[in-house]
């Protein structure tokens, strides 16, 4: 039986994530070398409080660019508020450069991308692409990779990626809620919302994840519930299920 499968992109298809660490550690070099003479600023705490303000940022704009390098400022800002270290602007111009440079790398594919995505279009199975993010940014990551060809244009990029974001998109295009399925790592916006709207469910685990993507699940799952590790785990998983129904 051919289902309907979305797939989130960033550290699902693509590494995204890593990117960012990398980042933020150069922050905080930057960081501790500014307030070098203030030892109660560790990187923990550096890190901690950049944490703290991305995510506030998160909720309120969504996926948007600028709030990551924002975040960056913020918390220099919040630091040099704390300590009466004057504020430079070129500081506050380099940590926004440094901020924004992490949407500038090229973009990876996870390990078995490719194949896994042959081997379910083999299948019959219908594949659609759904990630929260900036138009632009996003569409850069699938135009580099070409995806497009495993997609066509059933291709949705939301600034909030949400419950609300899901059921949108199920609801619009009149899905079989049965035989649909969403796939990411994320538990608070793709695994969480597709419980919430009675749809299939894969988590891809990854060995490091960001804090704002780990929520608690207290929705019971209506269909399937899997958590893999492997990109090549999918299409068996889910023709298992499916001769298991049938």
Known sequence: MKQTILFDLDDTLVYCNKYFYLVIEQFSDSMLTWFAGYPEITADIIKNKQTEIDIAGVHVLGFKSDHFPQSFI????????????????????????LGRSVY?????????????????AEYGHQLHLYTGGELLIQRRKIDQLNLERYFGSRIYIRRHKNNEALESILHE???DRAST?????????????????????????????????????????????????QLPDVPPAIQRYVQDRH
Do not use: C
């Open 173 to 175: 295009g009149d899905f």
């Open 74 to 97: 913020d918390t220099y800002v919040y630091f040099s508020d704390m300590t009466g270290r004057r504020r430079s602007p070129v500081e506050e111009d380099f940590l926004w450069k």
């Open 104 to 120: 500038e790398h090229q973009v990876e594919p996870y390990p078995f991308m490719e194949s896994t995505l042959n081997d379910l």
């Open 181 to 229: 399925w969403m796939i990411g790592n994320s538990i608070r916006t793709d695994v969480v919302p597709a419980l919430t709207a009675g749809i299939n469910a894969i988590h891809m685990k990854v060995d490091t994840e960001w804090v704002y993507n780990n929520v608690e699940i207290a929705v019971q799952p209506q269909g399937a519930f899997f958590t893999l590790h």
